[in-house]
């Protein structure tokens, strides 16, 4: 079993950056892919980026490629997501999701346990 608790949302500025966490609890964090998803009023739960479970292998959806970084640390059990250059259009709550696999996944459904999420708002 993996908690996950995210922290790190806010209300931030068009062009500001934020920096989210992901703290998970369970021996199998360090085997353990782990992704970033986001859902805003009205829409579906879209990918954001995913990584592997060593950090080598990382997916990036292409609305975020180039702002957003994903990175985890498995000695602290904490992922991360850094985004910078933030748009209105990134306003979202913001949810980390662990997959029993080595490989992240952009699909929601291929991932076993979720956060409660985080809310990020940009204004313009």
């Known amino acids: 079993q993996v908690q996950l608790v995210e922290s790190g949302g806010g209300l931030v500025q068009t062009g500001g950056s934020l920096r989210l966490s992901c703290a998970a609890s369970g021996r199998t964090f360090s085997t353990s892919a782990m992704g970033w998803f986001r859902q805003a009023p009205g829409k579906h739960r879209e990918f954001v980026a995913a990584i592997s479970w060593s950090g080598l292998v990382i997916y990036n959806a292409d609305s975020v490629r180039g702002r957003f970084t994903i990175s985890r640390d498995n000695a602290k059990n904490t992922v991360y997501l850094q985004m910078n250059s933030l748009k209105p259009e990134d306003t979202a709550v913001y949810y980390c999701?662990?997959?029993?696999?080595?490989?992240?996944?952009?699909?929601?459904?291929?991932?076993?346990?979720w956060g409660q999420g985080t809310q990020v708002t940009v204004s313009s």
């Open positions: 999701a662990a997959r029993r696999n080595a490989y992240g996944s952009r699909f929601s459904w291929e991932y076993d346990y």
